[in-house]
């Protein structure tokens, strides 16, 4: 439902009504937040790199028909991060990269039914890599398809599918954990 909504606020927006976007604002702001906070720590380069985004989707002249909004906005914030990092040079690129992290109270709502597999999985995911964390990010908790997480991260398909086998492999031995 939230994407077939997704796509008609879109295609409003595309169609000349400005409202429709500060709609999809509202909608979007905390979940990019979120993912922005993950990639940098900095909360006003976050906040600056959404207004930044939105203001340039409000003056764009035709925007495109999309795949997947979510996704668009994903990989666009983290792209903005990126780029207004390597400009302003006070956080490094490398650091960005050690700066993705999976936030416990995220486990703690997902699997109330046993805290202590939730405490050694939080340990565990630090043994992780970052780009690993981040793909764990994207498909679990944003629920995003292997493609809208190639397209943000900008890798292969059997890259994400590797990454993430990889990741929940590590982890099974570490945690008990289910299969997914």
């Not at 905390?30 to 909360?43: A, E, H, M, P, T």
């Not at 976050?46 to 996704?71: G, H, M, T």
Request: glycine share 2%; aromatic share 10%.
């Amino acid at each position: 439902m939230q994407a077939n909504s997704d796509d008609i606020l879109w295609d409003s927006f595309r169609q000349g009504n400005k409202s429709a976007l500060g709609a999809l604002f509202e909608r979007y702001y905390v979940v990019l937040y979120q993912y922005g906070i993950k990639i940098c720590r900095d909360s006003e380069l976050v906040n600056d790199s959404l207004q930044d985004l939105f203001i340039e989707i409000w003056q764009q002249r035709k925007p495109a028909p999309l795949l997947s909004l979510k996704a668009y906005l994903l990989k666009s914030l983290r792209y903005k991060l990126i780029r207004a990092a390597k400009k302003s040079r006070h956080i490094e690129l490398t650091e960005l990269d050690k700066t993705f992290e999976m936030s416990h109270e995220h486990f703690l709502i997902q699997s109330e039914q046993d805290k202590a597999n939730v405490e050694a999985l939080t340990r565990e995911l630090t043994l992780l890599s970052p780009r690993q964390q981040e793909i764990i990010f994207l498909r679990y908790y944003q629920q995003l398809s292997y493609r809208e997480i190639c397209e943000i991260m900008q890798i292969e398909y059997q890259v994400a599918r590797n990454q993430l086998s990889m990741a929940l492999k590590k982890l099974r031995t570490l945690v008990k954990l289910p299969h997914f």
